[in-house]
């Protein structure tokens, strides 16, 4: 049931997350950007383990060489084996409403943390992309939006997180969306002694949510998200009406052509909102007795959410 395409979109967050988080430090050699390309899922962790009195290990290298030099390497290497083995896999689940900011900053926990974001709607609209039999399938009800089918995306999940990439953890985003997913999901991981360790839940009150989801606009390949109010593309030029000129919304990396979703409209929104109080918040409950839901204020600028949210995640 798995497709190529899923896996291919699961992890483009991460490898246009890794190229950003690479291209921050000018000074890197391009050898030493490779090391660091393979080595980043596991840099977050693997620093911890061996801590700083290690990573200083060769006084004489220079601090941009350093966290790639070959015996760093082969540390790391060491450690992130021994973590994929022995410590605890960190499974976050982003939880919130359409347009709370999964998309916003899931990118940027990834890039923290070192672990892929995993969105369900990003795997479903590939498929919907390339015609697969789940892509027929959910089309329609993506469109409308409904919730595809439990043993659709309970399917999909089970596959991706299997894939090397998820070895240390993962952050999931849009899943699970119903109690039965996240039973599922819960029995899944319990088969290899896992379990969920946090619930990030960005609380917005509906209201705020049709403008955000109506001014989103999104770069389809990468799923990079703007918004024509709080977030807009550089290109961005308006018209007489004060409206973006749809040509003028370019994706500031690659300057193609941004996308608004077929599912972000105002009607769809009500069903969507219907559909998430009514089948995912129940969730929260769920996980509550483990004391793993914190709650974070996505009511606020951005670098605010992203503020509470490092809160939510630290231990
Ligand atoms: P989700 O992935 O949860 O559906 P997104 O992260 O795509 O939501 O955010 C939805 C829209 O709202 C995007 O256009 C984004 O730029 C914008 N947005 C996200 N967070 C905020 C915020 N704190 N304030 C204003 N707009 C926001
Ligand atoms: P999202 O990108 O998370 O807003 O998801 C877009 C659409 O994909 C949703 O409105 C649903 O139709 C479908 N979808 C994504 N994730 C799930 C899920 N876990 N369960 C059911 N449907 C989903």
Redesign the pocket.
Known sequence: MLFTSTIRVASRRVASNSRRLLSSSATKTASSQDAARKLAPYFAAATVAFGATQLSVNKNISQAEKPVDSDCQALLEQNSSKFAQYWPRNILILF???????????PKVEELLGIPQLSTGDMLRAAVAAQTEVGKKAQAVMKAGGLVSDDIVVGIIRDRIKEEDCKLGFIL?GFPRTLAQAKALDTMLAEEGARVTKVVE?HVPDEVLEE??C????HKKSGR???VK??PPKSMEKDSDGKPKPETMLDDETNEPLIQRPDDTATALVKRLSSYHGETVPILEHYNPNGIVKQVN?????TG?WKEVLGALSR
């Open positions: 919130g409403p359409p347009g709370a900011g999964k998309g916003t900053h899931g985003d960005l955000r989801i001014g989103r606009w999104i998200s703007y918004h709080y977030a996505a009511n606020q600028g951005m959410v």
